[in-house]
């Protein structure tokens, strides 16, 4: 028996059913606001944390702080400007450490809101895959019936054609002999 024969159909369950009705009318809502929007009301701090963690993530902050660094370092070991931090550097030393002290959590804070704007995508991909399974699985069920109305017909149509040639046998073996 194949998987194309008469009788075969697969419906969605009730709770199927139900969460796919549940979808279909959140889509209009999910449509409303992207779920990677950041909220309009964010802290004077949540702010502030994303544009740090903007800032020092960039490319011309390393840039720019690698070229400060060269210079503090050649000013200070060719002692053209009166060595305010002489070698090993404490006072450099002193200031990266305070900025990574500083820097570090105000980052943390923005890679956490930035998590819960992932949590919220992925939540909503997560129910966009869900309907979409849910309304393949309606499209086989669609495909099935007719598969199966189509298998309905063509049955009765070779069943009639064969019922067609059993009654033109005896009229064409009577016409040839």
Known sequence: MTSWTVGVTRK??????ARLHELRARRAEDRKVPPHAQPPNLTVGQRV???????????????????????????????????WDPYPFIL??????????YAAPV????????????????ASDYR????????????HD???????????????????LTLLLKAQSPAAAAHSA
């Not at 669609?142 to 009639?160: G, N, P, S």
């Open 12 to 17: 969605l369950g009730a709770d199927d059913t």
């Open 49 to 83: 944390a994303d544009q740090v963690a903007v800032t020092m993530g960039s490319w011309w902050f390393i840039i720019i702080q690698s070229a400060v660094l060269a210079i503090w370092i050649a000013l200070n070991v060719t002692a053209y400007i009166a060595r």
């Open 92 to 101: 450099l030393n002193l200031v990266l450490s305070f900025q990574a002290a």
């Open 107 to 122: 980052i943390m804070m923005s890679q956490n809101r930035q998590q819960d704007i992932d949590r919220r995508e992925a």
């Open 128 to 139: 966009i895959n869900v309907k979409a399974e849910l309304e393949i699985e309606l499209l």
């Open 142 to 160: 669609k495909i099935d019936a007719l598969r199966e109305q189509e298998v309905l017909a063509l049955t009765q149509a070779v069943h009639e």
